[in-house]
Each structure stands twice: as C-alpha cells, then as structure tokens.
C-alpha cells in the first residue's frame, strides 16, 4: 500500500512532466485541501488538412485516490459556449469526456497526468475548438446523461439491444 508520502512523489514527477510539455500548467493546492493542476493549456492539432491553434485556461483536480482514479477538468476562461451541444457537465461544471467508465479505462492505460491531458483533454478541447470554428464536431459526437452511458455499454458489450445492457448490469 502506497503511503501520502509516495502518492505526492509520485503526483510531483506527473506534475513535471505534465509541465515539460505544457509549461503554462501550475500545480496549487487551494483551500480545500486537493491538489488542483491550474493555468493555460496551449495547443496545435492539425487534422484533415486544417490546424485547430487554440489555449484554455483550465483547472484540473486531482482525485484523493490518483493516481487510481482519473482527474477531472474545469474550463475557467469561459471560451466553451454555455450550450448544452459542447458537453459541460450543469451540475458541476466539469468537461464530460466522456462516458465515465470509457474515461476511467483510458486513463487507467498509463495512469499520468500527461497522458490524461494528450489523450483526453486536448483532443475534446480541439473538438470544442473545431466545432466552433466549422460547425460540427470532427470525429463525431457523443450523445448527452444517461444516453452516453448506454450507447457506450452497448460499445462495450457489442449488443445493439439496450435490455441486453441492463440484463449485462
């Protein structure tokens, strides 16, 4: 069993290679107590044949449990569209990256921060930026609630019947 000791060694070495890519992220603890990786994340993503060039300020929290759990991610500067089409969760204000369990099982891949924020975190921050820049989302779109949850399920178990999922659960 890792002690608190090992668990924020080992958050500061995800924190600094986080940083060695994207140096406008800052590590703080706020007053409540969680480690919160905070400031502007910069970007360049080209895909077919356009380049999305964009930054956010976002807040990323770290969970007590990291790194068994994945973080969640705020935007902080506004620039999502308080639309229900661009995927922010109402109730908390967190970016839905998706289903939860898809975001836990590819976090759970490498379980870093870096690699939480390549593979989860700029490519819906380049989503956002392309969808509203040329209307539509360039890789698809997941649906919103509980119908991403079983759409994602009927993925998973690779069922079309959505009885079959709950007979599943």
Known sequence: MESVEDKKELLMKHVKQLREKFSGLELVKPGSGRFVVKGNLGFSVPYNGKVIKDDYDIEIEIPDDYPQSPPTVKELGN????DADFHVNAYDG?????????????????RNLLWFVEKQVVPFLFGIGYKVKYGHMPFGELSHG?????EHYKELFGVKDGFVVLEFL
């Open 94 to 110: 967190t970016l839905c990256l998706g289903a939860p369990l898809a975001v836990k099982r590819t976090f759970a891949q490498q």
């Open 79 to 82: 620039k999502i569209p308080k």
């Open 146 to 150: 509980s119908k991403v949850l079983l």
